[in-house]
């Protein structure tokens, strides 16, 4: 009756052997080598007998215990000398690597059953275009400060200047009084806005300047209130609808 024998096929060397000790229950700091190297044998013989290709490094690993084994039986001194110290036991290499490939080999075996968890884990594709157009973010900036819009205008004044080799200031007849009466009225035609840097635009330094005194003071009065709509972006400057007092007719009120 024909029985077909069926060997179990390991990585290499390290893991047949770390397989016989574990399956003899045997220690790995004491390894009795003449077991394990006969267990050894038995495993590449077997193998020969089915055809089962192995690699050199099991007959490489082969020499070695047979190397190990054969120094075990040497005789040793009964009583060594001081500068020799204690004698070197000739496994002690083999069991470092043993405890080094078993440490990497419990490292692979974690890192296999995480790949095993997250391949049963499967994420949706998230269209982030889409989601701001559902849930909007908040506007990080909010209202701006009269601070925020002398940055702004400084910033302006210093593109001007820096076109203008010699500065002047002609002589004009723009007031305050006159600037807040026509901010007034640009800015309540614009009720989603307008840009900041537009309501500066003028011939002259001193039309630049006396308008963005009248802004501030309508800032001061509640009468507009800017917002930047992103960060580092356009101010915009928005009328105050709910600003309102008694015979105010959405003109200047002193």
Do not use: C
């Not at 574990?22 to 089915?50: H, K, R, V, W």
């Not at 004698?87 to 069991?95: G, N, Q, T």
């Not at 105050?240 to 009120?253: A, S, W």
């Amino acid at each position: 009756m024909d029985y077909q024998v069926v060997l179990p096929v390991f990585e290499g060397p390290m893991d047949l052997l770390l397989h016989l000790i574990d399956s003899n229950e045997l220690d790995i700091y004491n390894i009795p080598i003449a077991f394990i190297t006969g267990q050894y044998m038995d495993y590449l013989n077997q193998a020969q007998e089915i055809d089962l290709t192995l690699s050199g490094d099991f007959v490489l690993m082969a020499g070695t215990l047979l190397t190990i084994k054969a120094r075990t039986l040497l005789p040793k001194r009964t009583q060594p000398s001081e500068e020799e110290g204690a004698p070197e036991d000739p496994r002690d290499e083999l069991v470092e690597k043993l405890l080094e490939y078993r440490l990497y080999k419990e490292k692979a075996s974690e890192f296999k059953a995480m790949e095993h968890s997250q391949s049963r884990i499967f994420f949706r594709e998230v269209d982030d275009k889409s989601l701001l157009k559902l849930f909007p973010a908040p506007n990080p900036i909010g209202k701006l400060t009269t601070e925020d819009l002398s940055k702004t205008f400084m910033q302006i004044l210093e593109s001007m200047i820096s076109r203008e080799r010699t500065l002047q200031l002609p002589k004009e007849t723009v007031t305050i009084q006159a600037r807040i009466a026509f901010l007034l009225k640009v800015i309540r035609q614009q009720p989603g806005g307008i840009a900041f840097r537009s309501l500066l635009g003028g011939d002259s330094l001193r039309t630049v300047v006396t308008t963005f005194m009248a802004l501030l003071e309508l800032l001061h009065r509640g009468r507009i209130w800017a917002r930047q709509k992103e960060a580092f972006g356009e101010i915009y400057i928005f009328y105050n609808d709910l600003y309102r007092k008694e015979g105010d007719p959405g003109e200047f009120v002193s």
